[in-house]
């Protein structure tokens, strides 16, 4: 009798615990949320210790004050894909599903509703009838977007120029300006001096 006591005392305890093992780092919880490291892929668990974004390889980590690891702001989370050598950055929400494709060159975590990416750009400017080629050009320009992708402000208009390969990008092109306030940015202007530029939300 006291052994089947003691076994229906542990039915429940056994039934609602849930455990994860043989994981390589479990980050601090944030919005909610904390990262998870199993081997090489990175992955999400909420409060209750569920698993919501399975294990993946895309997820760009953060350097934190206690590591490097993905995180989401404002229900967005970065991630990188590489297209023929280069890597391009985009975001997913907190189902996993990609909100805003991969197709910057850099890109940052989202802070009141807005990021900072390196959006590009390419134009043709004609056809090279001997090598049957046409003429194309890359620049990319330091943007402001909001949640959807969409770009609120340029706060370098002329843009850089890039050539769009492996052997010339061998590692994101960095982001030189910096977010003051919602409303404040500066950037760095080819003299290297600041700029202060405010935006219209």
């Not at 919501?52 to 004050?65: A, M, P």
């Not at 967005?76 to 907190?94: M, P, Q, T």
């Not at 010339?168 to 092109?173: G, L, T």
Request: contains cysteine; glycine residues 6%; proline residues 3%.
């Amino acid at each position: 009798m006291r052994k089947a006591l003691i076994i229906l005392l542990l039915i429940p305890v056994v039934a609602l615990t849930q455990t994860k093992e043989e994981l390589d780092f479990v980050a601090p919880m944030s919005e909610g949320v904390a990262a998870i490291k199993k081997g090489n892929a990175w992955g999400f668990i909420d409060a209750e210790g569920n698993i919501f974004v399975d294990f993946r390889e895309d997820l760009v980590l953060t350097k934190t004050d206690f590591g490097h690891y993905p995180i989401f702001r404002n229900n967005r989370c970065l991630i990188s894909v590489k297209k023929e050598g280069v890597l391009f950055f985009g975001y997913i929400d907190k189902t996993g599903k990609t909100v805003i494709e991969p197709e910057f060159l850099n890109a940052q975590n989202f802070n009141s509703k807005q990021a900072l990416v390196l959006k590009l750009m390419k134009e043709e400017l004609g056809r090279n009838e001997i090598l049957g080629k046409n003429i194309i050009y890359h620049r990319y320009f330091e943007v402001i977007i909001d949640e959807n992708g969409n770009v609120k402000t340029y706060l370098n208009p002329k843009g850089v120029n890039v050539v769009l390969d492996k052997k010339s990008i061998k590692k994101p092109p960095k982001i030189t300006s910096k977010e003051i306030s919602k409303k404040l940015y500066a950037v760095l202007n080819k003299n290297k001096k600041w700029t202060i530029i405010k935006i219209e939300n």
